[in-house]
C-alpha cells in the first residue's frame, strides 16, 4: 500500500470515499475492510483479498482489484510472488458499480460461469484528477433499506 502524509485535501477525500466503498463492497462478500489496501498513487486502486477460492483453480488464493480507470477485476495469486493474475474484469458504465453488482460478478465466477466478464480492461475513465475521482466515488451510495432480521449476502460459495 503506498502511504503519504502529504495527500492533497480532493484525495484524502477520494480515499475516504473509496473506503466507504470499498466496505460497502466487502460487507456484500462478507470480508472486512482488515482485507483491503489502497494504493494512492495514478490511478488510485484497491485490493480485497476474498476469503475463498475458486473451484477451477482450488489452490490459489483469490482478490478483488479495483482501480479509477477500469473498475473491478477478480484475480488469482500465483505461486511465486508475481503479480496477481487477472481472469476478468467486470466491466459496465461505472467504476462503481452497486455492491450486489459485484457480488454477482464474484458468485458467477466461483460457479464457473466463463460467459460474465471481459477478457480486457475496460475504459470507463481516465484517471488522474482527484476532484473527478473524489466526486464519482462520494456519487455512490448505497440504496438504505430495512435490515431484515436474517437477511443473507448475495455471495454464498
Not at 483479498?49 to 478483488?64: E, G, S
Request: some cysteine; hydrophobic content about 40%; overall charge negative.
Amino acid at each position: 500500500m503506498t502511504a503519504s502524509l502529504d495527500i492533497s485535501l480532493h484525495q484524502h477525500i477520494a480515499i475516504r470515499a473509496l473506503r466507504s466503498y470499498l466496505r460497502a463492497v466487502g460487507d456484500e462478500l462478507g470480508v472486512g475492510l482488515e482485507s483491503a489496501t489502497i494504493d494512492h498513487d495514478t490511478p488510485v486502486s484497491a485490493y480485497l483479498a476474498l476469503d475463498t477460492r475458486l473451484p477451477h483453480c482450488p489452490d490459489r488464493d483469490v482478490a478483488l482489484l479495483w482501480d479509477e480507470e477500469h473498475g473491478w477485476a477478480i484475480a488469482k495469486e500465483t505461486h511465486s510472488g508475481e503479480d496477481l493474475l487477472v481472469l476478468a474484469y467486470l466491466g459496465g458504465p461505472t467504476i462503481t458499480p452497486s455492491p450486489k453488482r459485484v457480488a454477482r460478478f464474484v458468485n458467477a465466477l466461483y460457479c464457473d460461469d466463463r460467459t460474465v466478464g471481459l477478457p480486457n480492461p475496460p475504459a470507463i475513465r481516465a484517471g488522474g484528477s482527484p476532484e473527478e475521482l473524489a466526486a464519482q466515488l462520494l456519487a455512490y451510495r448505497p440504496t438504505p433499506t430495512v435490515a431484515e432480521p436474517n437477511a443473507e449476502r448475495l455471495f454464498q460459495p
